[in-house]
């Protein structure tokens, strides 16, 4: 009896360790699985990316020239600063970037981060919405990435 259960034990994570991904493995290649990045430039999808910032002067110029410098086609890509009750020079700052197609929506009131994410999706009209602090940088190649996932009708 103790035989069988070591035996037996021992297929099972034979199948579970080698069997169940070379069968995981068989099926995408039977299905023709598209990984992610195959759609065409034309076909990626629009995007807002909406950039909460309370008090960041410190960081917004900053942020805003890495997120206007990623790797997506500006047409395809609406920037927005969220920068709802601040009181420094964040919103002055975020606006010397409207000519670059980057809209900055300023309250002076302050309703909290939630309350200034809320209005920034009212104003899109985007495919995907991207959330950012004002403080993180995204590598140049992210954004394609992030979104490249989404060209899969099964995701969504």
Known sequence: MLEFLVKGSLFLL???YIGYPLVVLAVARVRGAAGPGRSAEADVPTVC???AAYNEQRVIEAKLHNTLSLDYPPERLRIIVACQGSSD???EIARSFEPHGVLVLHDPKRG???AALNEAVAHC???IIVFSDAN???EHSALKRLVAHF???MIG
């Open 14 to 16: 034979v199948v579970h």
């Open 49 to 51: 990316f909406i950039i």
């Open 89 to 91: 020079a964040t919103p």
């Open 112 to 114: 909290g981060k939630t």
């Open 125 to 127: 009209s985007s495919e």
């Open 136 to 138: 993180n940088a995204f």
């Open 151 to 153: 060209a899969d009708p």
